[in-house]
């Protein structure tokens, strides 16, 4: 085994444990929200005035799927349709306050997770732990995108 084989083993398996540890999944238990759901709350908090296309896009699932989450969305009162002016056939949707509100929380537990993993390591290598990873995403996108 090479050495570079190494390191993509160990970094795949780095991710394999991250991803038990579940660190991206919001504690919905105390919202009363499907991960599902927050994706899109989420989704339509960064990107506001999206149709189910776009959301569909973003997370890479079906529309039909992201039409019934955002019925059930709209019917409690976390995202509404709005009537796009220029046409007619488009209905945006957009967070309403209850729908910001419990984004704020769930984004606020994230960042207490991250804390909370970062905790593990000095100031000084949490900064660079981060740098390196933003870097290596950056790389992976422009990989992607070109």
């Known amino acids: 085994m090479t050495k570079q084989e190494t390191l993509t083993t160990r970094l795949q398996h780095l991710f394999r444990r991250m991803q038990d540890l ?3 999944r919001p504690d919905t238990e105390m919202e009363e929200i499907s991960f599902p759901q927050v994706a899109i709350l989420g989704a339509l908090a960064r990107h506001p005035g999206s149709g189910v296309k776009e959301i ?10 992201i039409s019934v989450a955002v019925r059930k969305l709209t019917h409690d009162g ?12 488009a209905h945006p949707l957009f967070t309403t306050g209850k729908g ?8 606020k ?3 207490e997770v991250m804390e909370e993993f970062l905790s593990g390591l000095p100031p000084q290598e949490q900064q ?10 950056i790389a992976a996108e422009r990989k992607q995108s070109g």
């Open 128 to 137: 660079q732990l981060v740098e390196l990873l933003e870097k290596a995403v």
């Open 22 to 24: 579940q660190l991206h």
């Open 56 to 65: 569909a896009e973003m997370l890479h699932v079906t529309p039909p799927t």
């Open 100 to 107: 910001d509100r419990i984004i704020r929380r769930i984004q």
């Open 78 to 89: 976390l995202i509404e349709r709005q009537v796009d002016p220029e046409d007619k056939r």
């Open 109 to 111: 537990r994230q960042g």
